[in-house]
């Protein structure tokens, strides 16, 4: 459990950051760079969610079965699992880069400035290369903790230099791409370093990468498909005429973001514990759970509260103070039909129900209604209180989903 609480309240730290970012950018900077930044931090959160999710949860399954990585001894299987890892995320990131360009072409807030946004693509793959799951199966998560912890940093340090220097905004991101790649890549190599393990890049990778996506097909699918009101929310954004309305509601989604993200780490931070233990008792499971509920409710009252003095220290015109506490109100209720689904989720994936490929058709079902219904209110009503109501109806969805397969998934329920 200690593992469990290092890791949460180090990954608020880092759920919480972008908030600072764009609280930075709103007071020093025009509408233009921030708009441009904030979606190039929600693209890289996308192709997080696509490219690592799945593969963290399986992989740290495997590696805990196998007693996980100790000093004394490394799993031949664990060595592979790296391997088909680093396969997985080169296959990923070059397909992405593919879907990458056409993005920022056809992106209104990202072409003003398409070549840079294109080198951006660095901030993207900075955020993706991560070990996650081999971190926490070892005794030393602090790996993560701390590369994550220094990226974050830097990132801030260079921001604050490129606006005190007046140098051209549009190079930040693939700079701190760039920074992130090299801190990520060194703490591997460190970590490889202490426990003695062997790394050899070869052209098989990718090929074993391919077989592996193939096999678990289903819970990459049925990951991404999961994550379809996050992925409509950052791309329909974009299309909003109003940038002055983007930038306001930029600022309340990253709170929104920071406290969702409350639950992702509970889920991350929970998950290894449950896996490594086998099951967690009823008692500990309802007082866990009792903890992150608390921790939701009064962090959406705190915030909804404490948001008219962080606000008025902006000095905004009215219109905008209007459209901002419109904006967190409802992404405040978004909070708590979300949290909603925690347990749900839980059950899921610990019981492996999302590499089900039967379960498929239920998660592609309303992930096309969620793009129906954000495509429909983005291009004929084009304001950011239809964006946020789109995602409102879209949780909606996906509670009821979650809440469906977890009763048609129970023992004795007729398939």
Excluded at 122 to 151: A, D, H, P, Q, R
Excluded at 282 to 302: D, E, H, T, W
Aim: glycine share 4%; with cysteine; hydrophobic share 55%.
């Amino acid at each position: 459990m200690k593992k469990f609480f290092r890791v949460f309240y180090s990954q608020i730290f880092n759920s919480f950051f972008p908030v600072l970012i764009i609280g930075i950018l709103i007071k020093l900077k025009n509408s233009n760079d921030i708009a441009s930044i904030f979606l190039l931090i929600n693209f890289s959160n996308i192709y997080l969610l696509f490219s690592d999710y799945s593969s963290n949860t399986i992989f740290l399954k495997a590696a805990l079965s196998e007693g996980g990585i100790s000093s004394t001894r490394v799993s031949s299987n664990i060595i592979n699992d790296i391997h088909s890892y680093i396969g997985i995320k080169i296959l990923i990131l070059i397909i992405g880069f593919i879907v990458w360009i056409p993005i920022v072409f056809y992106t209104p807030i990202l072409q003003r400035h398409a070549l840079s946004n294109i080198l951006a693509y660095t901030f993207i793959v900075g955020i993706n290369i991560n070990f996650y799951w081999l971190y926490m199966c070892s005794s030393k998560e602090y790996f993560f903790i701390i590369s994550n912890f220094i990226s974050r940093i830097f990132f801030l340090c260079l921001l604050l230099a490129f606006i005190f220097f007046n140098f051209n905004m549009s190079f930040l991101m693939p700079l701190v791409g760039l920074a992130t790649i090299v801190i990520s890549i060194v703490t591997f190599i460190r970590f490889c370093a202490v426990y003695k393990i062997r790394v050899v890049v070869s052209g098989g990778i990718v090929k074993n990468a391919v077989t592996i996506i193939r096999r678990d097909w289903p819970f990459v699918a049925n990951s991404f498909l999961i994550m379809t009101p996050t992925t409509c929310l950052s791309f329909f954004v974009g299309f909003i005429k109003n940038s002055q309305h983007v930038i306001i509601y930029a600022f309340a989604e990253k709170i929104f973001m920071a406290i969702r993200a409350l639950l992702a780490v509970f889920v991350n931070s929970i998950f290894p514990v449950i896996c490594a233990e086998g099951s967690v008792t009823s008692k500990k499971s309802n007082r866990l759970f009792l903890f992150f509920y608390l921790l939701i409710v009064v962090g959406c009252a705190f915030t909804y509260f404490i948001s008219p003095i962080v606000f008025d220290y902006f000095k905004q015109p009215k219109e905008l103070n209007y459209i901002f506490y419109k904006c967190l109100f409802y992404f405040m209720l978004t909070i708590i039909i979300i949290s909603i689904n925690t347990r749900y989720f839980l059950n899921l994936l610990v019981h492996n129900h999302f590499n089900d490929s039967r379960n498929s058709p239920y998660f592609l079902a309303s992930a096309i209604i969620i793009l129906l219904v954000f495509s429909i209110n983005a291009f004929f009503i084009n304001s950011v209180f239809s964006i946020i109501q789109s995602l409102l109806v879209a949780e909606i969805l996906i509670v009821l989903n979650l809440v469906f397969l977890n009763y048609r998934t129970r023992p004795g329920f007729a398939t």
